[in-house]
């Protein structure tokens, strides 16, 4: 399978990315610059963590108006695959391939810690390999990722099982007190409608490789690759 990452002026992850694709799960990767019209045939278009163009204005509002960003809404808007982790994910909201936004956290302190993750849903094409409610431990590193949406937008994630990731504890409960920015919902990640759209705040990319004693993200994405090969 072929993955496309993007890097933007300020994208930090994209090396991280390609290493535990290329490296760790033997996938075929290619970097796409910021620039750039044409995706390569990629499988599936990465947009990995950072703080693009400094996350000047707010996070991803600069990094939406950038070139790539028109392929890939395209690419999306056909069905192909597009994953958002941390300030993908921002971008993802802010170019309107998903709902809702990331506003400063509650604390409006920037978090850099281990978290815990319940897996909410396991019937999206992001997180098949995981058990319905499985409790994972994956990396957060953010200023600006607690989850807002009006209630309509709120109830309509619910009703359309959209909701993929929420913050909980290590026993599993999902509660004021492990919720670690604010998120509405305790939200930490969400698809699209057509569940081929994906974004999280935490990043399973650093919890793929048993080098980092904690291979908790890698059935990410193994179930991106199963499913994008169905």
Known sequence: MKFGIVTFPGSNCDQDMHHVLRNVLNQDTVSLWHKDVDLQNCDVVVLPGGFSYGD???SGAIAKF????NSIINFANKGGFVIGICNGFQILCESKLLPGALLHNDSHKFICKNTYLSVTSNSSRFTSKYSLNQVIKIPVAHGE???HADEN????LKENDQIIFQYCNSNGKIDIGSNINGSALNIAGICNKNRNVFGMM???ERASDSELSNTDGT???LSAIESSTL
């Open 219 to 221: 059935n990410f994405f």
């Open 145 to 147: 990722g607690r989850y």
């Open 202 to 204: 935490p990043h399973p």
């Open 66 to 69: 950038s070139r790539i960003m």
């Open 56 to 58: 000047y204005l707010r």
């Open 153 to 156: 937008t709120l109830n309509s």
